[in-house]
Each structure stands twice: as structure tokens, then as C-alpha cells.
């Protein structure tokens, strides 16, 4: 990701301020912190994912884009004082949504993707 932002490996001042760059929402008109409350079970967040991945898919269909960022979850208890979060709700992800634009060298990058065959099991 840094090389496809021209950011060298051992700039550290560049990789820092692109780091800082999540917790502004990627400069996105949209920012939206995920939590859910700690008493679900691994079902609870589960439906909160397919929550999550409707929300990006939709936004796709409708020519946007999203990040998902686990950053936020860094610093939950900062992200719960300023948004008035209680303490029942445990800080999952933000999500930053808007139009990408497509000359940024970031909304180019892409990593590579194992094929299907390494990680699912046909049953036939």
C-alpha cells in the first residue's frame, strides 16, 4: 500500500501521517463508527458483518466506495467518550464512505487474493 502511495519504508513521518489519515475518515463526507453491545454471542456479530457488507455493497451500487477501518478500534475509549458510547458497546470498526476518486493512487492498489481452491473444500 505505501509503494503505491510513493511513501518510502523507511519514511517514517509519511507512514505516520498516512496512518493518521483514518482517524479523518480519508478526507470521506461520511464517517460511521460500528459498535455492538458485549453481551452478543458470536451469532450477534456475525449479523453485525452482513450488516457491514450490505452497507458496502450498497454503496457500490450506487457508485461509492467505502473503507473499513479497524483503527478506531485502537482507541475505543477515546472513540466512546467523544461519541458518547456506553460502556455495554464494544467499539468494532469506522467506516468511511464517499465517491472515490479514482486518480488517487490508493483506490488503485490492489492485494493479491489466494485462489479459491486454497481456502474452500468442494463437496460433491
Given amino acids: 500500500m505505501y509503494k503505491a502511495l510513493s511513501i518510502k ?3 517514517i513521518e509519511l507512514r505516520l501521517s498516512q496512518i493518521r ?9 461520511v464517517g460511521m463508527i460500528v459498535t ?7 451469532n450477534g ?16 451500487e ?3 466506495g467505502t473503507c473499513l477501518q479497524e483503527s478506531w478500534s485502537i482507541y475505543p475509549e477515546t472513540v466512546k467518550d467523544i461519541l458518547n458510547i456506553p460502556d455495554n ?3 468494532w470498526c469506522g467506516i468511511a464512505l464517499g465517491y472515490p476518486n479514482k486518480e ?19 463437496i460433491e
Fill in 45 to 60: 456479530w456475525g449479523h453485525v458483518g452482513m450488516f457491514i457488507q450490505n452497507i458496502c455493497l450498497s454503496a457500490v
Fill in 21 to 29: 489519515e483514518n482517524f479523518k475518515f480519508f478526507g470521506a463526507p
Fill in 89 to 91: 458497546e464494544v467499539v
Fill in 104 to 122: 488517487h493512487p490508493i483506490n488503485n492498489y490492489r492485494t493479491s487474493r489466494e485462489s479459491i481452491e486454497k481456502f474452500v473444500t468442494f
Fill in 36 to 42: 455492538i453491545d458485549k453481551s452478543f454471542a458470536e
Fill in 9 to 11: 519504508q523507511d519514511d
Fill in 62 to 64: 450506487r457508485g461509492m
